[in-house]
């Protein structure tokens, strides 16, 4: 069966540090996969996507940037955060176009 | 493009009760529907789906049918447990702006709590 891990779980980071956020899925192949960001409020917005190794998409332009080194490994970075990056950090994945399985998620507070 | 409107509450409800939550959708044909659940600190769970018009996606007593003459895909339960207590996300593929169907459009939630 397939799993998806997200670490670390929790993280508090100052102002202006860098990030990386990691997700991998086990037991499938070439999925694609997703970075959403959930703000307090609840909505979710999606930041990125990947359909293949080195390949991303970005939704929503931003202080951060997402990269694939390896099929099933998706990062989420920053070079430098801002208090409006916290959040709680979603990493999905999917087989084709529809349905997506969420990872337990990682929440970052910015201070 | 595509959207989905989803009754926010929250909806505060005694255990053993009825439970309805609302969701209507535009979509340009006919996706397949989704409905999510995240339970408190958790990433969000795949609950049900329907993939064609008055389809019946079910699980764990919860009960959704997509209903295309009303654009519809509410989500319903007979009885609601106090473990039912989370937030509720109706969804379907495709964005505001149209584009890729690799992003699914989520409505904004609705937080449910059942009380004993």
């Known amino acids: 069966s397939q799993t998806i891990h997200q670490w670390p779980a929790t993280l508090v980071q100052p102002v202006g540090s860098p990030l990386s956020l990691e997700c991998t899925v086990e037991g499938t192949s070439n999925p694609n996969l997703y970075w959403y960001r959930q703000a307090a409020g609840r909505g979710l917005q999606l930041l990125f996507y990947?359909?293949?190794?080195?390949?991303i998409s970005s939704e929503v332009p931003q202080n951060l940037s997402a990269s694939r080194p390896q099929d099933r490994q998706f990062i989420l970075s920053s070079k430098k955060l801002l208090l409006s990056d916290s959040g709680f950090y979603l990493c999905?994945?999917?087989?084709?176009?529809?349905?997506?399985?969420f990872g337990p998620g990682t929440r970052l507070l910015v201070l | 493009g595509n959207s989905v409107t989803q009754m926010e509450g929250p909806v505060t409800l005694s255990e053993e009760a009825f439970l309805t939550i609302n969701c209507t959708y535009t979509a340009t044909g006919y996706p397949s529907l989704f409905w999510y659940v995240q339970y408190p600190g958790e990433g969000l769970q795949l609950l049900l789906k329907a993939t064609k018009a008055d389809d019946k996606g079910s699980n764990k007593g919860f009960e959704a049918t997509y209903r295309k003459e009303t654009t519809s895909f509410h989500l319903e339960k007979g009885s609601v447990q106090v473990s039912d207590s989370a937030v509720y996300f109706c969804?379907?593929?495709?964005?505001?702006?149209?584009?890729?169907?690799?992003?699914?459009?989520f409505g904004k939630g609705t937080l449910l709590t059942v009380n004993p």
């Open positions: 999905a994945w999917s087989v084709g176009e529809e349905t997506q399985y």
């Open positions: 969804a379907l593929p495709g964005g505001d702006s149209g584009g890729s169907n690799y992003k699914l459009t």
């Open positions: 990947s359909v293949g190794i080195g390949q």
